[in-house]
Each structure stands twice: as structure tokens, then as C-alpha cells.
């Protein structure tokens, strides 16, 4: 898929439409995405990533207000359980960013039985170059307890590819969604390849959220 448009019309607050055009391509959880290849992540849990980075223009009127913009970055992937999600997992982790010329990806989940699961995607330029499910790191920062952004400070990640790593370093600084047991933001991502360049910087966002 190279294109993705979704169109929001009456009787929502939202119209308009959000056009993403894919600059990086799909994948599966442990694989490019190939015929045959397996979406399965853990078990009841399926996952596929359509859009892991996209130029992204927005063209909407929300409560009679315009919101436009060009060149945005943009994501779309799909989940699906034949099951409710408290009895797959315990919690994840799920970090998308534009790192310079790098796209990545990365999902932390752990299952219900206290298994835990990663899955690493990097692209440069729009070419594959790896989609990991070992090796790949994730820590998290807690934020001071007077913290006004959110529960969490910082997330720190490392993803293998072609022998080499990316490492890098997502600083929350804005929380759209803190209710509950799900943390969704946004923030700046620094880094780039172990022992190379490491100066390159972007945009990311980050979803917590635990099942209890």
C-alpha cells in the first residue's frame, strides 16, 4: 500500500481527510511483509504494519477550526485478538519515529504469562533493513512525581541491523492521552548508529498501556 486516505464527514465534529503516503516499507512483526509470512506476535495476538512512516497531509475542519499541514509524519498499523487483551499480555511498549534518514519501530510486550516479546523495524531512505525479534531493547524513565508532562520521562532503544545498532533516545514532551492504564504522546527522538553518526534527531510517538 502507498497511499492511505481516511475521510471524516458528518455528523462527527471532525471533516476533511488525512492523506499518508508510505516512505518506508511494510512489515510483520518478525519479517518484511512477504506472502506467507507470519503476523502472528504472541499467541491470540496478531499484528501488521502497513505504513511504519509516511509524509502525512492534513486537510480538516475541526469544530468550525482549519487544521493543515504538509510533509506531516504519519503511521498506520492494525492489531487484532480473538480474545480480550487482559488475558494477552500484561503490558507494552510501542515507539514510532523518524530518526534522520532512519524510520523505526519498535513493540516491548509482555504476555500474560510473563513472556516478553520484541519487534524491531529500521528502514533508511525507504529501504528495508532489518525487522528484528531479538536484541532489540527498550527502558523506560520515570518522571519526577511533580512532573507536569505525564508518568514518563524518557524511553531508551536499541534496534540490530546489518551488524551494526540504532541507538537511540525519545524525550517526552507532550501527553495527549493519560487516563487509566494507557499513556499516549509524542516527543523528540536522538540518536542514530552505534560507534557512527549519532547527531541525527526527529519527531516519535509512544504508546504504555497495561491490561490491570
Request: net charge negative.
Amino acid at each position: 500500500m502507498s497511499t492511505m486516505t481516511v475521510h471524516f464527514t458528518h455528523p462527527f465534529e471532525i471533516t476533511g481527510s488525512v492523506v499518508l503516503r508510505a516512505i518506508a516499507p511494510p512489515h510483520y512483526p518478525c519479517s518484511p511483509a512477504d506472502i506467507g509470512a507470519s503476523m502472528e506476535f504472541l499467541p491470540h495476538f496478531g499484528w501488521a504494519n502497513a505504513l511504519p512512516d509516511a509524509k502525512t497531509t492534513v486537510d480538516l475542519k475541526v469544530n468550525g477550526t482549519e487544521v493543515k499541514f504538509k510533509d506531516g509524519i504519519g503511521y498506520q498499523d492494525l492489531s487484532w485478538s480473538d480474545t480480550s487483551l487482559e488475558d494477552v499480555f500484561e503490558h507494552y511498549i510501542w515507539i514510532h519515529g523518524r530518526l534522520g534518514p532512519y524510520s523505526i519501530v519498535v513493540w516491548f510486550i509482555t504476555g500474560s504469562d510473563g513472556t516478553q516479546k520484541t519487534s524491531g523495524y529500521v528502514s533508511k531512505d525507504g529501504e528495508l533493513l532489518s525487522t528484528p525479534c531479538s536484541g532489540v531493547t527498550v527502558e523506560t524513565e520515570a518522571a519526577a512525581p511533580n512532573s507536569t508532562i505525564g508518568p514518563i520521562q524518557s524511553f531508551s532503544v536499541e534496534i540490530p541491523f546489518e551488524n551494526q545498532v540504532i541507538v537511540a533516545n525519545l524525550t517526552v514532551n507532550n501527553v495527549l492521552i493519560n487516563e487509566s492504564n494507557l499513556v499516549h504522546g509524542t516527543g523528540i527522538i536522538r540518536g542514530g548508529v552505534k560507534d557512527g553518526r549519532m547527531d541525527y534527531s526527529g519527531s516519535a510517538a509512544f504508546e504504555h498501556l497495561t491490561s490491570v
